[in-house]
């Protein structure tokens, strides 16, 4: 078989028409492929991967043709048609092999799916860089999704730090799985795929029997039916088959039960032991307890369970709790040996010593330099000196001096007739001020233009950015990705730039507002075809 060699086959089924075709259809962990009969050179084959199937059909009973379909999300079709020749019953077995199977993967990949699709909406929400861009390229269809996010988006630099949260429980999901009649006095349960991972997170127990039973011993279809004939899904159901599966579970939900209550309570009330018949003392002489046993023990049933359920729910509060404080005493460990310290220092002020004993008593003169500090002494020059003592004539000669020894430094002054002739040009109505009339660039464009223009600048520079960032090409796989991303700039800039060009010109807009961005893409254009020819090619 062709494809990838390790990938596991979990059914071959020979005998399986596609397209008139007879062949052999092949389940694998990833895939479902079909190759028709004959050599490999000349062999027809088809194959979907699980992420791309949106759903199974198959054909309703009764019908001649034994036949299987998988939907993809484009919403086209491939139709597998058995053809056991050990007649129908041998088709349908062959048939609902592969419907059970594909029940159980397509569930898991499209959660695969919805978590990849929540983690490109969240990028796309926190980048409005990316958003842009994705609009420009995917909406205006220049490139398919696929390649964007392969090639223009590195999902590794947008990983998120944040705590993951679990997948909680719904309330009273139990009683929202409606049975439905098959017309045969029947009833048909459709579990969805989070009804199952709730039942399994509820009950341990029965993760533990799915995990043992389910696909060794039995289908999960069997599994499932034995589960909704089990004491989890009828209340009334007080004794326990021999061959039943979930007899032991019952035997460790009582125990667990018991512990808890004994853990929790000092005096623990038996609500547990569904054996035990009440007594008149226990109605205190006011209810008669004349009913059978069979009454009785079925209500307790139902009382232990909910009881079950609120401590699963209280356990798994308790157990987030312990999660969270474990996290904020590790972030508060570095600082424990300093709380520990301060423990110390105020244990050791409370000794009596240090209260019996009494400082020296302090006599200020200048309480202000007591509560506000000395203030600096500040040097006085010479002239302030002569101006504190009033020596008029002192400061009067050396007043004089100064001015003797005075000279001006004109080693940096610009040549006179230089500066002349810059004041003449600045002056209004000179040669270079000719234009100072022209109004704001923003006034001028069309306002109808003006988010187009940012929106293109911004789609431009992000995908300049990774473009530039994928020189030089280290293997052929990197060079196809440089090649698609080198006709994608071109495409985006005959159908945004040129187009925006154009009808600006028509316009009569007399700015050339897209120069900027010319420049931009034949320089980033130039750039591979530079590259190119070191290569030796053209």
Known sequence: MSGNS????????????CKKMDGTLYVMSERISWISKGREKTATSISHNYVDIKTQKISSEGKAKVQLQVVLHDDSSTTFHFTNPGGQEAQLRDRDKVKEELSQLLPKFGQKISAELEKKKKILIENPQI?????????????????????????????????????????????????????TNGLVYNLSYDDKESIL?????????????????????????????????????????????FKECALKLDEELKSRAQQILTEPVDIIDSQKVLSSDDGFGLTDFTTSKASNLSKQNLIKRYNYYSMRVLNSMEENSIKEDSNKMSKNSSGSNKIRLLDDEIKDLEKEEFGTLRGAALNLKHIDRYFYAPKTVEKESQTGKMLKNKDKKS??????????????????????????????????????????????LRDEVPKQYQEEIKSIYVSSCEMLKTYHCMFPPKNSEQELKLKLARDTLKTFYQQKIMVLKDQLLKENFSWNVTGHLENMFKIALMKYNNWKSKQGTV
């Not at 390790?6 to 028409?17: A, G």
């Not at 279809?221 to 007080?238: A, E, G, L, N, P």
């Not at 810059?422 to 109004?439: H, K």
């Open 395 to 440: 400061l009067c000669q050396t007043t004089l001096q100064q001015f003797q020894e005075w000279s001006i430094d004109i080693q940096k002054v610009s040549n006179p007739s230089l500066a002349i002739s810059i004041l003449v040009d600045l002056s209004p109505g000179s040669q270079l001020m000719q234009t100072n009339n022209v109004q704001n």
């Open 201 to 245: 997170k509820t009950y341990p127990s029965v993760k533990i029997k799915y995990n043992q039973n389910v696909p060794s011993r039995m289908s999960e279809q069997d599994f499932w039916t034995k589960f909704f004939q089990s004491f989890y899904f009828r209340k009334d159901q007080i004794n326990l088959a021999a061959d039943d599966i």
């Open 131 to 183: 958003y842009q861009l994705y609009n420009d390229l995917v909406v205006g269809q220049i490139l398919s999704a696929e390649d964007f996010w392969k090639n223009f988006v590195n999902m590794e630099d947008y990983k998120s730090t944040s705590k993951s949260q679990k997948t909680g429980v719904a309330q009273g999901f139990m009683a929202n799985i409606c049975p439905k009649s098959d017309g």
């Open 6 to 17: 390790k990938e596991e086959i979990i059914h071959q089924i020979e005998n399986v028409r």
